[in-house]
C-alpha cells in the first residue's frame, strides 16, 4: 500500500479532525497522555475513495490469513469483521496529531486541577475497600492507582467510544507503524477469541488504547487480572474493579515500591553544581542533603531509595529528587510531565501540598522545529548532540550544558527559548 493513497482520509474527515484535535489538545477532559508528533507522510495526494477501500479489503483478506496461522479462529474473524471499513477518522489523527508543546506548569494546571483532586478523593472514599484490597494484593498504593485512573479517563467518565478493531485494522493498513498496530490487532483478537468482551464493546481511543486505564491489547493480555471472579477481564464495564486491579498489577510486575514516593520536592543551594543534575548520578537524600539538597522544610529528604535529581524546568523551576517509583510510572507512559502529573496528583489526593517552587511563567515550550534548530546551531557552535531530531535527551542536555558553561549562564540543560536566541 503507498502512503499517498490515505490523502482521502484526509480529505474526507479535515472538518471533523481539525475539531478532534481541538477536543485532545485543549485541557482534554480524559486522557492527560503527552504525546509526540507522529512522523508525518512525506506526500498527500487525493486518491478516489473506491481505490482506497479496495486496496483496504485486499489488505484485509492477506491479514485474515497471517491471523489465522496466529491461532485466530474464522469464528472470531467473523465476528470482528462483519462490516470491514477504513477509519478514516482514525487515519485523519494519526496524520494530524497537534503536537504537545505545552509547557510542564501548564500542563500541570489542567492535569492537576482542583476539581481532578477532589474527584479523586472522591473516588478513593467511593471505593475504599476496593482500593485497600487491591493496595494489599498488589503493593501499589492506592492513590497512584486512583490517579492513573484520573489521568487517563476522568474516572472512568471518559474511556473512549470508538470501536477498537476497525481502528487498529485501519492503523495496521495505513500508518508508519503498521507492524507495531497489526501487533495490537492480533491481540485484540485474542482478547475477544477468549471471551473477555465482544467486538461491539471494545471501545476505546482512536489508537487502541481501552478501558478505565487505557489499556493498549498487548498490555492487557499480558497484564489485566480478572479481580471480580467472572472469568472475563472487563476493563470497559461501569464496574472499574478489573481496570484498577489491572493497573496495579501493571505496576508491581514493573516493580512498584510500596511506601516510596514517586518524587520529592527540594531545594538547592547557591552555586549548586547543576551537572549533577537530570543524568545516571543516583545517590541518597542523605548523601544529596551534603550537597545542599534538601527538602522544601529546609530537613533532609528520608532515605527512601537512591534518587536522581530532576529539573523539568532548569534552574528557574521546580527541582526534585525521583525514587524509583518514578520510573515504575515512566513504563505507563514515558513524558516526565506525565509521571510527574500522575505522582503529584496522586499526593495531592492523599492531601499533599502544592508545588512551592515558582514556575517560568513568562516563557513557552519550544516547538519541535525550535528543538531541532536548537540541536543544529549547538552543533554548528561546536558542541554536538548527538542527532537533530527534535528530542531533547542526555546528549543535547550534557551539550547544552558546555555551550552554557561557555558562554557565561547557569549551566542547567534546560532547552529554552532564551538560550536559543542566544545560540542565533
Not at 80 to 106: C, G, M, V, Y
Not at 218 to 226: E, G, I, Q
Not at 352 to 368: C, H
Not at 376 to 383: H, S
Request: glycine fraction near 10%; proline fraction near 5%.
Amino acid at each position: 500500500m503507498k502512503p499517498s493513497l490515505f490523502g482521502l482520509a484526509l480529505c474526507l474527515t479535515a472538518s471533523q479532525a481539525a475539531a478532534d484535535r481541538l477536543a485532545d489538545f485543549s485541557a482534554p477532559l480524559a486522557s492527560q497522555r503527552p504525546a509526540p508528533r507522529p512522523a508525518a507522510f512525506d506526500t498527500v495526494q487525493v486518491v478516489p475513495k473506491a481505490t482506497v477501500d479496495r486496496e483496504y479489503l485486499h489488505w484485509l483478506d492477506g491479514f485474515r490469513s497471517r491471523a489465522r496461522a496466529e491461532g485466530i479462529s474464522d469464528a472470531t474473524l467473523s465476528a470482528a469483521f462483519r462490516s470491514p471499513h477504513l477509519d478514516t477518522d482514525a487515519l485523519a489523527k494519526i496524520n494530524n496529531q497537534a503536537e504537545f508543546t505545552k509547557t510542564l506548569w501548564s500542563y500541570l494546571e489542567s492535569a492537576v486541577s482542583e476539581s481532578r483532586i477532589e474527584n479523586g478523593r472522591a473516588a478513593m472514599i467511593a471505593h475504599d475497600q476496593l482500593l485497600r484490597q487491591i493496595e494489599a494484593r498488589y503493593g501499589v498504593d492506592r492513590q497512584v492507582v486512583v490517579a492513573i485512573w484520573g489521568m487517563e479517563s476522568a474516572y472512568g467518565s471518559h474511556r473512549g467510544t470508538h470501536p477498537v478493531i476497525p481502528a487498529l485494522a485501519t492503523l495496521a493498513y495505513g500508518s508508519r507503524r503498521g507492524k507495531f498496530f497489526e501487533g495490537q490487532l492480533i491481540d485484540a483478537l485474542r482478547i475477544i477469541q477468549h471471551g473477555d468482551t465482544t467486538p461491539e464493546k471494545m471501545t476505546g481511543s482512536w489508537a487502541g488504547a481501552m478501558g478505565h486505564t487505557q489499556f493498549i491489547p498487548s498490555s492487557y493480555r499480558a497484564l489485566a487480572v480478572d479481580w471480580t471472579g467472572d472469568g472475563r477481564r472487563d476493563i470497559w464495564s461501569d464496574d472499574p474493579a478489573d481496570a484498577l486491579a489491572s493497573t496495579a498489577n501493571y505496576l508491581a510486575e514493573s516493580g512498584w515500591i510500596h511506601g516510596q514516593p514517586w518524587g520529592v520536592e527540594v531545594q538547592l543551594p547557591q552555586g549548586f553544581d547543576y551537572g549533577l543534575a537530570d543524568g545516571d548520578a543516583a545517590r541518597m537524600p542523605s548523601d544529596w542533603a551534603r550537597l545542599g539538597v534538601v527538602g522544601m522544610d529546609g530537613q533532609p529528604v528520608r532515605d527512601f531509595g537512591t534518587a536522581r535529581l530532576l529539573l523539568p524546568a532548569g534552574h528557574k523551576g521546580a527541582a526534585f529528587l525521583t525514587f524509583k517509583n518514578f520510573k515504575v510510572i515512566s513504563r505507563y507512559n514515558a513524558a516526565d510531565a506525565y509521571v510527574i502529573g500522575v505522582g503529584h496528583l496522586a499526593d495531592r489526593i492523599m492531601g499533599g501540598a502544592p508545588i512551592l517552587s515558582d514556575w517560568p511563567d513568562d516563557e513557552r515550550a519550544l516547538t519541535s522545529g525550535e528543538r531541532k534548530e536548537l540541536q543544529m546551531r549547538l552543533k554548528q557552535a561546536g558542541f554536538d548532540p548527538s542527532g537533530v531530531d527534535g528530542r531533547i535527551g542526555p546528549m543535547t542536555i550534557k551539550a547544552l550544558r558546555d555551550y552554557q558553561r561557555a558562554v557565561g549562564v547557569v549551566p542547567d540543560g534546560y532547552a529554552s527559548l532564551e538560550v536559543l536566541r542566544r545560540l542565533r
